[in-house]
């Protein structure tokens, strides 16, 4: 079960943290995934990192301004978000999965997700 918290409205060039609970994942180690869905568009990767906290990856759109972390086995995942800015507002989904995947279909587990919206 993954479950996310630290969604809310901002500001434009505010920031925002986001956690993502982990419980029942099968394997490991295992990835944990950020996506993000805005309406009329695909789902989008943001970043993941393994399991152990070691080791990440981001979408050249949120890289710098985007941090993925997990300290240590067991911990939250969080992502914090800074400058965010309005083409960042979408709903945003934590997974798990085996592989370091960038699409969807490569995360076997998915939380309900957070919305974040950022007005101008």
């Known amino acids: 079960q993954l479950v996310e918290s630290g969604g809310g409205l901002v500001q434009a060039g505010g920031s925002l943290r986001l956690s993502c609970d982990i419980s029942g994942v099968t394997f490991s180690p295992f990835f944990v995934g950020w996506f993000r869905h805005a309406p009329g568009k695909k789902r989008e990767f943001v970043a993941f990192?393994?399991?152990?906290?070691?080791?990440?990856t981001y979408s050249d759109s949120v890289k710098g301004r985007f941090t993925i972390s997990r300290n240590g086995g067991g911990a939250p995942v969080n992502l914090q978000m800074n400058s965010l800015q309005p083409e960042d507002t979408a709903r945003y989904y934590c997974?798990?999965?085996?592989?370091?995947?960038?699409?969807?279909?490569?995360?076997?587990?998915w939380g309900r997700g957070t919305q974040v919206t950022v007005s101008s």
């Open positions: 997974a798990a999965g085996r592989v370091p995947g960038v699409v969807p279909r490569e995360y076997q587990y």
């Open positions: 990192v393994v399991s152990t906290g070691s080791g990440s």
